[in-house]
């Protein structure tokens, strides 16, 4: 059963602490929130995303103030800080400059190292991809002299290096809606300010979007827009275009009865590795706007993806979920030998942070994504002489070395470093920083209990130290990973055709099961009666194509999809049974069925445990994910 908990998030001293521009940073399995402040930027740690500790000020200079929206990016040991901030003597806004500070602690100190541009420039967002870093940030002069749309836009540059912009800039998102303008005649020559700050990149299956933030805190129209591209193998390369076009104002988060100044925000993964939480600042607005005192409170509400759109059921105020957990979570873990801490799943994803002691003779170690017995066992192995990561299979005894990568250049063993894994069955995607990755497919030799499989990690004559290691089960599958959908659902005969499930006649029946072995057993964990989160997207291949959806025999519903693509997810609880859709809902029955802009969301009791079954025409599935818990 899920806990509880009610926005704002709650700290644990019962104080209140206002975190404006919360900038989320996840590192060793704990979230760092950096915020803006008069007098620094405060700095506050959670295990869960949900329970706060305010821990002071990451940074703070008597000789300034007006430190606004910190951003920070872990790298190789040392933490880079981009704040602004002017000095103690200047009241001018306009005088905030982008800087860089930098520790070896997340909490800080952090000391002053530089200044980037002597110009108005704010609200940093660092990203590393394909071993590149680069930056998105807002300036007032890309469109300050314009005589139509003048105001503060989003850029996008590469870095040289944590310390150097390329200083080639292009633009990322520009003003065009009438919502995002700050000040009409702002200067007495006709001209309105329009203005999008606060970027926040968001990568999921083959999208990138980027979150920003319009207008200004104080006014109604306040808001949260986002941008989508294709993502392509270069950041640089990206062209974002606003959801759903450059003219029609579709904000992820406005303004409510209860909540307003909803923006400025990052995104970060739950504990179960899977769900994406929007982390934004908001104000109560039974409180009024108190002008001089900070009011803008901490808030987290789920995202959600339908097609090019985002979707999330905030601003809330009532009680719901808290963000999903890991069925695995360690820390401090000494494993100078073999140790293991896990059984490995069939579908997990999984984040080790490790470092590892450094003598005359290097560093070696070995991290067991699947381990079974000294003679059967697929191994990630980490060697400093070598400067590679390579993957191992051992199957008899015998071992075949798979594939390898180099790692970066001064790469550090001796710090925590973050490497995560994510198996489907016998395919195998490992990611070093959260940025470079590695794909292969690998299995052991059939036969043995499920229940020998093992997640570990050794040192080879080399001591190892496991700061925080989580492990989730679930599974997202696109296009040809489909093959594995069985393990979820009976499925009536189906083929896998320009990357999607499709049935002959484009009819199919899809029947949530306890999946049966070769050898008789099952593994009950995916049992589909059990709480769960899951999401169908699906592409319309015949008009009126739809999906009768049962809970056993008893009907829950028909989506119809009124559009080339339909998504909808379903999550079942503990008690609450709900299904949220782009699509159209119709013979509901019992069930309650309301609207939240533009999508719609039934919810029902959950009166037993039964499978979820859907009888389906018309539409061929393109992905498919499934969360425990």
Known sequence: MREKFCNPVPFSDGRRHTNPDPFIMRWCGRYYCYATDEAGVKVSVSEDMVHWDFRGFAISEKEYHHYWAPSVIYLNGMFY???????????????????????????GPFVYRKTFFEKFSIDSH?????????????????????????????????????????????PVVLPSLPQEIYAENRFGDGRDWYTIEGASPVFHGDKCWVLYSANAF????????????????????????????????????????????????????????????????????????RQGTEQRNMRIDPLLYFEDRMFCPGPSFEERDVPGKSFFAGREIAAKEKVFFAEAKDFYRMEIWCSAGMSHAGARYMLYPLYRDEKNYIALEMHSGLRKMSVIRRRGGIAARLGSMYLPAGYRFDVPHLIGVERKRDRFRVTLDDDLSMDFEESLAAGAPKELERIGIGGCFTPVSVQNAVIAEGAELFAE???????????????????????????????????????GSTYG??????????RFAWKSVQADGRADLYRGEQKLCTVESPRDRMTFYYYE?????????????????????????????????????????????????????????
């Not at 300050?144 to 292009?170: H, Q, R, Y």
């Not at 988060?253 to 923006?263: H, I, P, Q, R, S």
């Open 218 to 289: 104080e006014n109604i129209y306040y808001f949260v827009g986002t941008a989508v591209a294709e993502i392509k193998e270069s950041l640089w390369d990206m062209e974002w275009r606003k959801y759903p076009d450059e003219y029609t104002w579709t904000p992820l988060l406005k303004k409510n009865d209860v909540v307003e100044g909803t923006g400025h925000n990052t995104v970060a993964k739950a504990p179960n590795l899977f769900e994406d939480w929007i982390v934004y600042h908001g104000r109560d607005i039974e409180e009024g706007l």
């Open 81 to 107: 800080m981009y704040y602004s901030n002017i000095p103690m003597e200047e009241e001018d806004c306009h005088e905030q400059h982008l800087k860089l500070a930098v520790s070896e602690d997340p909490l």
């Open 481 to 519: 990973e489909l093959v594995f959908l069985p393990e979820f659902y009976d499925c009536s005969p189906a083929e896998i055709k320009d990357g999607a499930l499709r049935g002959p006649g484009d009819v199919m029946r899809l029947t949530g099961n306890t999946c049966a072995f070769g050898d």
């Open 573 to 629: 609880g503990d008690k609450k049974i709900y299904l949220l859709t782009d699509g159209k809902i119709m013979d509901e029955g019992k069930a309650e069925v309301k609207t939240l802009s533009g999508i719609s969301v039934l919810s029902t009791e959950k009166e037993a445990k039964m499978p979820l079954i859907l009888e389906v025409s018309g539409l061929a599935l393109e992905d498919y994910m499934w969360v425990k818990g």
């Open 525 to 534: 964990s995916r049992d589909s009666s059990g709480v769960r989160t899951e």
């Open 126 to 170: 660092p990203v590393k991809r394909g071993g590149e870093l680069y930056m998105f940030y807002s300036v007032n002069d890309w469109l300050g002299l314009e005589e139509k749309v003048a105001g503060t836009c989003i850029l996008l540059d590469k870095m040289v290096s944590p310390e150097k912009f390329a200083g080639n800039p292009k």
